[in-house]
């Protein structure tokens, strides 16, 4: 008997260990299996991002492990029956590493609303499904999952052995650039005496933000700019995506990009080029390269490329957040790190991340902006681009959004968020002063979804020093 106890108690704990790992696969994919090219897009994670990792696959799987104990040493069959479907409610974690793997995503959501009899069917099919088995066959899937669970297993060993591995490697590595620098400004003798703010609204489509407006959307702050600015109704973006747009923008040549070599650097080469040359971030001059050469201080705020790293050490200011990523940026905090891994594997984390984001911006981009030691301030904001994080009917930031024109609350988040930064130059006494460019990377992706129109047009507005009147430009042209 005592020896069928052992036995029993070592099954549940491998089993338990399974579940767990599996459970974090959405993490451990960046941080514990990430390969060269993924880290490029990753955070500076730290130490402490591998002690998370661990301290998380071992302390869960006790805890599941000791709370299964006690139910099989209590013997009581209801609740014998209720750990059953909680060790069964608990695969959610597994299916949303499958979800995200199969690209099951916001796509999917708007074509189910769009055919409904089939998300009735799909829903109803899995409903009596479910019913069925917790009712009649509980017990014989609770034993197939542990069965798979167990064969599964050496996978965590895996795990282990990879942060381990992390870990000695970041133990012996010079230190990571982290993804928010602070440096003193110091400006050059022959720094320029304008000061420029230029600001990228990631997926700001010109037709939905301006022209076109959504019925019951007010960008009162975007709307103000637009009549005092230089406006361009013509703007139009040879690029599809953010990959190949900034880049664009950066170098002021239009370049597509290649895949990454190592973790410092992409590649790239101009469209133009037959021959298709590469080159990377440094390689050739940038914006941000010429102002330093120049003189200037610059400040970098961006989202999805990792500025800090890329532009290290031509700013006085950076900070990047990675919006691709399943695990929040690194910290030298264990416990939060802990919080994060487990918010990374939730359903809902992407929207966690994008609320974080938001937060960031809101939070220190009028100081940035406001700051007149910095000749160049270049921010690249998550908004209005996805997860739809706003709430039009509560006015807050929400996690639950699933509408197809949920992405109209973030235009309102990216009209409130300029509203900050102006408001943050007018009491620095810098708005007249300063020119400001806006544009976006590319147009509205989905917008076709919402009305069956497409267009490559971008907002491209310029509010040059003292300019208090609206000029429109209808010329076709292509800003990078």
Same mark, same amino acid.
């Given at each position: 008997?005592?020896?069928?106890?052992?036995?029993?108690?070592?099954?549940?704990?491998?089993?338990?260990?399974?579940?767990?790992?599996?459970?974090? $696969?959405?993490?451990?994919?960046?941080?514990?299996?990430?390969?060269?090219?993924?880290?490029? %897009?990753?955070?500076?994670?730290?130490?402490?991002?591998?002690?998370?990792?661990?301290?998380?696959?071992?302390?869960?799987?006790?805890?599941?492990?000791?709370?299964?104990?006690?139910?099989?040493?209590?013997?009581?069959? %209801?609740?014998?029956?209720?750990?059953?479907?909680?060790?069964?409610?608990? #695969?959610?974690?597994?299916?949303?590493?499958?979800?995200?793997?199969?690209?099951?995503?916001?796509?999917?959501?708007?074509?189910?609303?769009?055919?409904?009899?089939?998300?009735?069917?799909?829903?109803?099919?899995?409903?009596?499904?479910?019913?069925?088995?917790?009712?009649?066959?509980?017990?014989?899937?609770?034993?197939?999952?542990?069965?798979?669970?167990?064969?599964?297993?050496?996978?965590?060993?895996?795990?282990?052995?990879?942060?381990? %591995?992390?870990?000695?490697? $970041?133990?012996?590595?010079?230190?990571?650039?982290?993804?928010?620098?602070?440096?003193?400004?110091?400006?050059?003798?022959?720094?320029?005496?304008?000061?420029?703010?230029? $600001?990228?609204?990631?997926?700001?489509?010109?037709?939905?933000?301006?022209?076109?407006?959504?019925?019951?959307?007010?960008?009162?702050?975007?709307?103000?700019?637009?009549?005092?600015?230089?406006?361009?109704?013509?703007?139009?973006?040879?690029?599809?995506?953010?990959?190949?747009?900034?880049?664009?923008?950066?170098?002021?040549?239009?370049?597509?990009?290649?895949?990454?070599?190592?973790?410092?650097?992409?590649?790239?080469?101009?469209?133009?080029?037959?021959?298709?040359?590469?080159?990377?971030?440094?390689?050739?001059?940038?914006?941000?390269?010429? &102002?330093?050469?120049?003189?200037?201080?610059?400040?970098?705020?961006?989202?999805?490329?990792?500025?800090?790293?890329?532009?290290?050490?031509?700013?006085?200011?950076?900070?990047?957040?990675?919006?691709?990523?399943?695990?929040?940026?690194?910290?030298?905090?264990?416990?939060?790190?802990?919080?994060?891994?487990?918010?990374?594997?939730?359903?809902?984390?992407?929207?966690?991340?994008?609320?974080?984001?938001?937060?960031?911006?809101?939070?220190?981009?009028?100081?940035?902006?406001?700051?007149?030691?910095?000749?160049?301030?270049?921010?690249?904001?998550?908004?209005?681009?996805?997860?739809?994080?706003?709430?039009?009917?509560?006015?807050?930031?929400?996690?639950?959004?699933?509408?197809?024109?949920?992405?109209?609350?973030?235009?309102?988040?990216?009209?409130?968020?300029?509203?900050?930064?102006?408001?943050?130059?007018?009491?620095?006494?810098? %708005?007249?002063?300063?020119?400001?460019?806006?544009?976006?990377?590319?147009?509205?992706?989905?917008? &076709?979804?919402?009305?069956?129109?497409?267009?490559?047009?971008?907002?491209? #507005?310029?509010?040059?020093?003292?300019?208090?009147?609206?000029?429109?430009?209808?010329?076709?042209?292509?800003?990078?």
């Amino acid at each position: 008997m005592g020896t069928q106890y052992k036995n029993r108690a070592a099954y549940d704990l491998v089993v338990c260990f399974s579940l767990v790992n599996l459970s974090f $696969l959405t993490v451990w994919r960046e941080l514990v299996f990430a390969n060269s090219s993924d880290l490029y %897009w990753m955070p500076s994670y730290t130490l402490q991002s591998y002690y998370a990792v661990l301290l998380n696959l071992l302390g869960w799987t006790f805890i599941l492990w000791g709370c299964l104990w006690m139910i099989r040493k209590l013997g009581v069959h %209801w609740l014998e029956q209720i750990s059953r479907m909680v060790f069964l409610g608990l #695969l959610v974690f597994p299916l949303n590493f499958a979800r995200m793997a199969l690209h099951i995503d916001s796509s999917t959501i708007y074509s189910l609303q769009d055919n409904a009899w089939i998300a009735v069917l799909i829903g109803t099919g899995i409903a009596l499904g479910a019913i069925y088995l917790l009712s009649f066959r509980l017990t014989l899937v609770t034993k197939l999952v542990a069965t798979a669970l167990l064969v599964l297993a050496p996978f965590g060993l895996i795990t282990v052995g990879n942060a381990t %591995w992390q870990m000695v490697t $970041l133990s012996n590595a010079e230190a990571n650039i982290p993804d928010e620098v602070q440096r003193k400004a110091v400006p050059g003798t022959t720094a320029p005496t304008q000061r420029v703010i230029w $600001l990228i609204f990631d997926e700001l489509a010109l037709r939905l933000a301006f022209l076109d407006r959504p019925p019951g959307i007010e960008l009162p702050e975007l709307q103000r700019f637009r009549n005092e600015s230089i406006f361009s109704n013509n703007a139009e973006s040879r690029s599809k995506s953010t990959g190949e747009a900034i880049p664009s923008y950066l170098f002021g040549q239009y370049v597509k990009e290649s895949g990454t070599r190592r973790k410092e650097t992409l590649g790239f080469y101009l469209d133009a080029d037959k021959e298709k040359n590469l080159f990377s971030w440094t390689d050739k001059s940038t914006v941000i390269s010429e &102002e330093k050469r120049l003189g200037a201080t610059t400040a970098i705020m961006g989202i999805y490329y990792p500025y800090c790293r890329v532009f290290y050490p031509d700013y006085s200011y950076c900070s990047w957040y990675g919006i691709n990523t399943y695990a929040i940026q690194a910290t030298t905090s264990v416990v939060h790190e802990m919080v994060s891994h487990l918010t990374g594997i939730t359903p809902v984390f992407r929207r966690i991340n994008g609320v974080q984001t938001y937060k960031h911006f809101m939070e220190r981009a009028p100081h940035v902006v406001a700051n007149p030691t910095y000749d160049l301030v270049y921010i690249h904001a998550s908004v209005p681009h996805g997860p739809d994080i706003y709430d039009e009917r509560t006015q807050d930031l929400t996690l639950f959004n699933t509408s197809k024109t949920g992405c109209f609350g973030n235009l309102v988040l990216a009209d409130r968020l300029f509203g900050e930064l102006r408001r943050a130059l007018e009491q620095a006494g810098l %708005w007249d002063s300063t020119a400001i460019v806006l544009t976006a990377d590319h147009e509205w992706r989905f917008t &076709e979804q919402y009305d069956g129109l497409r267009t490559r047009k971008l907002p491209f #507005l310029v509010k040059m020093p003292g300019q208090n009147s609206l000029l429109e430009i209808d010329t076709p042209f292509a800003p990078m």
